[in-house]
């Protein structure tokens, strides 16, 4: 279980996330983390992985092993495949070599080319193999889904749903929703800094009865900004 209790963080004098609370049980779920640019979403996943320690409140993680997965690219170009493999197995303690050949076969890509060889959609599916390859509890995903063509974002979702470890979280930080309802099980909205709701996406589409996820998601942060 996850359990954070009026959690606080600020940049010098710049408030970021103010008094969140937040409690999420392990329930082998795919959970979305909903906001605008700006929302506190970066910062709220750093806070979680242990990353930014510097904040206010209480977060007890019972003892979870967590990967972040950053907004930008964390491989670098002048490696191969499999000196990824190699150093990999090295450097992280939960790596599991043998997912990532799994999920490297299944994308049918070149062990000896270099990252630098391939394209964007391809570096994107390749951080995100690396990251999944990861034996850990809590996966953090910082915008895997940001500028990437369709075809891609499809590919990476399959990876998630595949080939994530049995029994674990995945917390995706995202403001691309649409058409994404049969990959969420539970949605997290954040807005300037602060928790507006969580609920299930079953909970969510009865509630807001004839309307898809893209649709809830800017009406739930048009009433929040209207206040």
Not at 35 to 47: D, E, F, H, R, S
Not at 139 to 147: C, G, I, M, S
Request: hydrophobic share 40%.
């Amino acid at each position: 279980m996850l359990f954070i209790n009026d959690l606080s963080f600020a940049y010098t004098r710049s408030k970021i996330l103010k008094s969140i609370s937040l409690t999420i049980d392990n329930k082998d779920q795919i959970i979305a983390l909903l906001g605008p640019n700006g929302a506190g979403k970066t910062t709220l996943l750093n806070v979680i992985a242990n990353y930014y320690q510097k904040h206010t409140g209480h977060i007890t993680r019972e003892d979870y092993k967590v990967f972040m997965l950053p907004d930008m690219a964390y491989i670098p170009q002048d490696m191969t495949v499999n000196s990824c493999l190699r150093d990999f197995q090295e450097l992280y303690q939960y790596f599991n070599r043998e997912r990532a050949e799994q999920m490297l076969n299944y994308l049918n890509l070149d062990f000896s080319k270099k990252i630098s060889d391939y394209s964007k959609g391809m570096k994107e599916q390749l951080h995100l193999v690396f990251a999944l390859a990861q034996d850990v509890d809590y996966y953090l995903l910082d915008e895997p889904l940001a500028a990437v063509d369709p075809l891609t974002r499809d590919i990476l979702i399959d990876l998630i749903k595949r080939y994530r470890r049995p029994k674990s979280v995945v917390i995706i930080s995202t403001h691309l929703v649409q058409d994404m309802e049969d990959l969420f099980d539970e949605i997290v909205m954040i807005n300037n800094g602060q928790v507006i709701l969580y609920k299930t996406t079953e909970e969510l589409t009865r509630e807001y009865s004839g309307m898809d996820l893209d649709s809830i998601y800017k009406e739930v942060n048009r009433h929040v900004n209207a206040r």
